[in-house]
């Protein structure tokens, strides 16, 4: 059975510095991945996803993830954090017949 | 922008009574879900749903959970009789292709019951 592991369940760094949000999955098949954020009192909207396309993925708000099969990894990145990006952000997997299976998710503090 | 939306965005119940969770899908769309999520723990899925019927379900959606979607627009959960533990975030979700396609999430209803 996949699952998800989220390292760090509180990440908090400064405006304009790199943000860095850890994945790791397990899956017996190639997956799918995802990356969602939950805004305070607001859905999960997704951030971008991975479908054995290209590896490194690109989302929205200046996010992308890249695939690392050999680390089992799709860890999310950002050059520049704003205040903005202040929210909850969950990695999940899925395989082609799965529901999606979801980490504990991380919390993102961004400090003026 | 069409958008999954859920009523009530919360619901505080007793023990043992009924409750039905209202979600909206986005309209064009065939695969319908609900997830929970206890506080402080993973999202987890529940029950999803196509062409109505249930097309998969978890450990979790015992006889005490049910699905239905009553209309063309609506997709609800109903507990039976709720327990503490049923305290929860109760999202729904829905997407226009099984699994490994995006799947477009409600705000949730925080669920409490004493």
């Known amino acids: 059975a996949q699952s998800v592991t989220q390292l760090g369940s509180h990440v908090s760094v400064s405006e304009g510095a790199l943000v860095l949000l850890r994945c790791n999955y397990s899956?017996?098949?190639?997956?799918?991945l995802f990356w969602y954020v939950q805004y305070p009192n607001q859905g999960l909207q997704l951030l971008l996803k991975?479908?054995?396309?290209?590896?490194l993925v690109k989302g929205i708000n200046g996010f992308e993830a890249e695939f690392k099969k050999s680390e089992t990894s799709f860890h999310l990145t950002k050059p520049s954090a704003h205040m903005s990006d202040a929210a909850e952000y969950f990695c999940a997997v899925s395989e082609r017949n799965t529901p999606l299976v979801f980490g504990k998710g991380t919390r993102l503090s961004v400090i003026a | 922008e069409p958008e999954v939306t859920q009523t009530p965005s919360h619901q505080v119940t007793q023990m043992g009574q009924e409750v039905i969770l209202r979600c909206v899908p986005i309209s064009n769309h065939l695969y319908f879900y609900w997830y929970r999520q206890i506080l402080g723990q993973k999202v987890e899925f529940l029950v999803s749903?196509?062409?109505?019927?249930?097309?998969?379900k978890s450990e979790i959606f015992d006889d005490q959970f049910s699905v239905e979607r009553p209309d063309g627009s609506n997709f609800t959960l109903k507990i039976r009789s709720t327990k503490l533990e049923d305290s929860a975030m109760y999202f729904c979700?829905?997407?226009?292709?099984?699994?490994?396609?995006?799947?477009?999430f409600g705000p949730g209803t925080r669920l409490l019951v004493l």
């Open positions: 749903f196509y062409n109505n019927e249930i097309s998969e």
């Open positions: 979700a829905s997407s226009d292709a099984q699994y490994g396609e995006t799947q477009y």
């Open positions: 991975y479908t054995s396309a290209a590896t």
């Open positions: 899956s017996s098949v190639p997956p799918y």
